[in-house]
């Protein structure tokens, strides 16, 4: 481990005859995950333990996994000015030493307005343009929505570190300071990077030493400018904020980033310590760390680099309060010391502790709940399933509440069951039946669905064959029993049906608590309703409407769907045609009411499109009635019926 944040990092030197990005696909291939890249040739990679003879087996070339201390002076000879910085910073947070440094931190979890050093943070406004909030200051309409530079915390983030030497000893570093800075923040963005759940944060740093010859009694509008402005000069940018973002800008592009800022690290006089602008493009930070000393560096700079990424003070003399909209999710300040309960937790933007709260992730813009590979099968490669050939569908089929994997491949039906722990099992052939080679089906002709045919709470398969439809029904112990034909129609050859004319789902078209099977035909709506012995009833026409026939109604242009409209446990018929959705309300007899359009929206006159615009039926308030939600040009649309 180096520092102090529990993440298992090792250098990886990419060999001359390698790209990095060739070798960064290598690592995240074996579950690891790139840190930092510190020019062309020098990662820090996250990896653990029990994967790294593999990613060492998975590099191209000469690139291996090695000790930061341990690296040969023809290597060391070959690299950039950045590079061996970035290397020497990990050797130095690898040292015992900077873990003892670590251990014995001033102020360990104090709040960061602590009476015993100042606040970092948005300090006072500074003079000139665009100034900076007030300590506290709410700054949403700067910042809570979001910057172009770095709207969220994910991806890749390229980090300028502007390291500004003046023409007296007084404001110039050593060589050791140097390195300090660069171990220090090299520490606090490895352990904010990981924070994500993702691992999907990658820091690629940009590391220039300026030397100045201005003074630091210079005149200047205000601190910032006087050493800011020069050394933005020195690097060939503008002055001002707009030179800082232009920076920004041209690490983002050169770099191949999805955010940039920038970091300038001084010792002339600053208007505070540590200080950064909201939604960025830069922060200041003074190497004394005032009270906080610089063994403290890592932590202020990764609270810094917060709001950089729009997240806000949480501490209590900020003023801040629990509401407002930070962040790319546009959250409230959830763990603000003078209202949330007790005051808060330990949270990198509330106390110098490695700590997050749960509202600071959706601030930075955190990938929630990220997915994870749970079965290594149903998938393009995995499997070689295929969305033309192999329909993939998630039911319970097994009653026991949990969403199982169904998928029907070459030589069948297949199940991954969902286990209690969340992981699911593995694959189990269940039907020989439905699948492409096991029985001829077809995703051009023959949908396949899984449904609840009897009152059992399991998912049965049911099947649009050729010759009618085919229900294989679930039992107790998992299996299923082989497919019967329960219907002579709703078939390609029974009845002539077409995926491409005529939707067909299931149902519950009446009060038995069996799933009915819905066709919509040439002439209208036909149900074919579920019998207690497991038969199916003969095809009632319903509706004469929402049919290729009766009312023109296309696949390619007006989705239809079964959906409880009124509450009463009945499926509606709903449909989006050409001048709103149409509705036909199910009777307890097992009719349907008249065809009445519910809103005049939604429909292919207003321009929704199929190819464009998903439309569905949800009940979106927990009041029994399902509401219609439309994915429209301008945003997610919902009227309720």
Known sequence: MAGDIDVRERLV????????????????????????????????VQVAAADEADMAQALPGAAAPVAADDVAERELERLSETERLGLSALAQRSTEDYRQSKAS??????????????????????????????????????????????????????????????????????????ATIVAETQNGLSWLGAQNPSGAVTWHWDINVVALTVPATAPATDNESRFRDPALAELGFGAGHAGARAYAEDLRTRLGTDWAYVAFFTQYPVNHFAYAFIGGPHLVMDYDNDGWGPANIDRVFAHETGHIFNAPDEYASSGCNCGGAWGFY?????????????????CIMRSNDWAMCEFTPWHFGFAINPPNLVVNNFGYDAGGWRVDQHPRLMADTNADGRADI?????????????????????????VNDFGYDAGGWRVDRHPRLMARTNPDRSADIVGFGNAGVYVSRANADGSYTPPQLVVGNFGYDAGGWRVDRHPRVLARTNPDRRADIVGFGNAGVYVSRAQTDGSYGALQLVVANFGYDAGGWRV????????DTTGDGLADIVGFGNAGVYVSRANPDGSYGPVELAVTNFGYDAGWRVNQHPRFLADTNADGRADVVGCGFAGVWLSRL
């Open 13 to 44: 030197l990419v060999p001359s005859s390698s790209e990095a990005g060739e070798v960064a696909a290598a690592v995240e291939n074996v579950t690891g995950h790139v840190l930092h890249q510190y020019g062309p040739d020098v990662l820090v």
């Open 105 to 178: 931190r001033r102020l360990q979890g104090e709040a960061w307005d602590t009476d015993q050093a100042q606040t970092p943070g948005c300090v006072e406004v500074i003079a000139g343009d665009e100034p900076a909030p007030a300590a506290g200051q709410e700054a949403g309409e700067a910042g809570a929505a979001g910057a172009p530079l770095s709207q969220r915390l994910q991806g890749s983030v390229a980090v300028g570190l502007v390291i500004v030497e003046g023409p007296t000893p007084d404001l110039q570093f050593s060589p050791a300071q140097r």
């Open 330 to 346: 546009g959250r409230p300040n959830g763990n603000c010391e003078n209202c949330a309960p007790g005051g808060g937790v330990a």
């Open 406 to 430: 169904v998928g029907f491949g070459f030589a069948g039906a297949y199940v991954s069951r969902a286990q209690a722990d969340g992981s699911y099992g593995a694959l189990q052939l269940v």
């Open 556 to 563: 390619d242009q007006h989705p239809r769907f079964m959906a």
